[in-house]
Nanobody, 122 residues
């Protein structure tokens, strides 16, 4: 399953952006999907995840400002980012935690998107 992110861009501090991650195949089940980010010179870190049962988890740094959600078909995951801060500047990556089971019955491993840049200016 390939993942394609969209929605990144540049915004001023306090602004909002909405990221989307679309899967190339119709997903029947996946343990979790999530968003990670990597700032320049830093390691990739967890931002938010949503499990197959809908349970969500957030990094402390974004809790209360970001919201992860998923469409009913599980093919698209969103990240609503409000009250953005300069420290949120990073490349944001979408992840599907394997095994990913498609509606056609194919099983795939962990998948990552290509990343989308988010830049927040003060």
């Amino acid at each position: 399953v390939q993942l394609v992110e969209s929605g990144g861009g540049s915004v001023q501090s306090g602004g909002s952006l909405r990221l989307a991650c679309a899967a190339s195949r119709s997903i029947f089940s996946v343990p979790a999907m999530g968003w990670y980010r990597q700032a320049s010179g830093k390691e990739r870190e967890l931002v938010a995840t949503i499990r197959d049962d809908g349970t969500t988890n957030y990094a402390d740094s974004v809790r209360g400002r970001f919201t992860i959600s998923r469409d009913g078909a599980k093919n698209t995951v969103y990240l609503q980012m409000d009250n953005l801060k300069p420290e949120d500047t990073a490349v944001y990556y979408c992840n599907a935690k394997g095994p990913v089971l498609t509606v056609e019955g194919e099983v795939g491993p962990d998948s990552w998107g290509q990343g989308t840049q988010v830049t927040v200016s003060s």
